[in-house]
């Protein structure tokens, strides 16, 4: 399946025999809590990128570029089921690929809370992972190195690396989806929080006691400006069955649940009032977020990203009017760009591929340093068995002589 069968070290040799050639090399265990080194010195190889969602799996390869060479999708298993279907899918969808690409490595993009090691998925809200060691389970069916990480770091990455904020040093990503994803990256660097969960934005208090969200508080960010927000809105004012509500009411044949965001963004782009206004209001909280974050922490860009940001300057207009309205210290300090993101929704995808590269080159130079070590093993074990022959065949001295 990969490239790396030739240069791992068959267990005949371990034992002392001759190599096979054929037997999988054991994987590197150990994967660094940050980019060890520059992007820019890692191998120009395709790895394949997967973003697991609650609805999908996603799998590219994609190559050093930032290209996706293929890409293949599959229907996430209902979260009832065990993680162990869930690692099968991704399995099935590596393997497939596999057939037809060089795969250096895979790396992983998951919704939910990641540890530091990226190791573990420490909890995941639309599948059964609760302290789940991932890497590890799928590096022992794979052979090839593996990275796991939030979707939404593996997403900023990528918008850093080829999209909307390349060039930037102090960058901030919000995935505006179902709720809100944030990520943060300073100096080309992930940065990931002592335990590995930070950029949870979206569970910012932003209104005491206001709606409850189902991580358990009130008045969350994200109850405010994410997609769910968006149709909850829409859903309240048509089963109000509110005048401004008549032409939403109208496409979905008043069948309220039918009302979705997609759906929103459509009327709005067609020039219906009340999406129009929806829109507006999601993007005005989200520039209120924004300019807490920015007084928390100065970024030089924000990378507005998800499903939601397919409104465009529906929504990002009013929220760039109000992160300048919010903004501490406004008229008085530099503004962060605001910029939708390019790469839509393969970001986390290319995101994961390009991380799991960097820990493809921990895996070449450690595996190049496994082959070398023992070539100038068997030197010397030859050298012996030399020595040894000819101790053997020497003849001795009579000693009646």
């Known amino acids: 399946m990969s490239t790396y069968r030739d240069l791992t070290l068959p267990r005949a040799l371990r034992a002392g025999g001759t190599p096979s050639g054929s037997a999988r090399g054991t994987v590197l265990r150990t994967v660094g809590t940050r980019e060890r080194r520059s992007h820019l010195t ?34 996430t298993p209902d979260k009832s089921k065990s993680p162990k279907v869930v690692e099968d899918t991704i399995v099935e969808l590596v393997l497939d690929l596999s057939d037809r690409h060089d795969v250096h490595a895979v790396g992983i993009g998951a919704a939910g809370w990641v540890d530091a090691d990226r ?35 593996t997403a900023a ?28 990256l300073e100096d080309g660097q992930v940065k990931r929080g002592k335990y590995g969960v930070a950029g949870e934005f979206g569970h910012m208090q932003v209104v005491p006691g206001g709606h409850r969200c189902p991580c358990g508080n009130r008045g969350c960010w994200e109850q405010y400006s994410s997609g769910n927000a968006l149709v909850r809105e829409a859903r309240e004012l048509a089963a109000a069955d509110s005048p401004v509500a008549h032409e939403i009411i109208e496409r979905v044949k008043g069948n309220v649940p039918d009302i979705t965001g997609p759906l929103i963004t459509e009327l709005a782009r067609e ?9 507006q209001d999601i993007g005005q909280w989200l520039g209120v977020g924004l300019a807490n974050l920015a007084a928390a922490l100065d970024p030089s860009c924000f990378v507005i990203g998800g499903g939601v940001s397919a409104a465009d300057d529906l929504l990002i207009g009013p929220a760039r009017d109000a992160f300048r309205r919010h903004l501490t210290g406004r008229g ?8 939708r993101a390019q790469l839509g929704p393969e970001a986390g995808m290319v995101g ?50």
């Open 42 to 75: 890692a191998p120009r190889v395709p790895t394949v990128g997967i973003d697991i969602g609650g609805t999908k799996v996603m799998a590219g390869v994609v190559d050093a570029d930032g290209n996706i060479l293929e890409k293949v999708r599959t229907e």
């Open 332 to 339: 008085y300090r530099p503004e962060a760009r605001i910029a």
């Open 271 to 279: 020039g219906d009032a009340m999406c129009v206004e929806l829109l």
């Open 119 to 153: 190791a573990r998925v420490l909890f995941a809200p639309h599948l059964a992972w609760r302290n789940e060691p991932l890497r590890d389970a799928l590096q022992d069916r794979l052979a090839v190195p593996v990275m796991v990480d939030n979707d939404a770091n």
């Open 157 to 184: 990455w990528a918008e850093w690396r080829f999209g909307a904020g390349r060039g930037e040093d102090h960058l901030v990503m919000i995935t505006l989806g179902t709720g809100i994803g944030g990520a943060i």
């Open 352 to 401: 994961a591929a390009d991380l799991a590269r960097l820990v493809a080159r921990r895996f070449r130079r450690a595996n190049r340093r496994r082959v070398e070590r023992y070539e100038r093993y068997g030197r010397y074990a030859q050298v012996l068995r030399g020595a040894t022959t000819d101790r053997g065949t020497r003849p001795t001295q009579d000693p009646q002589s």
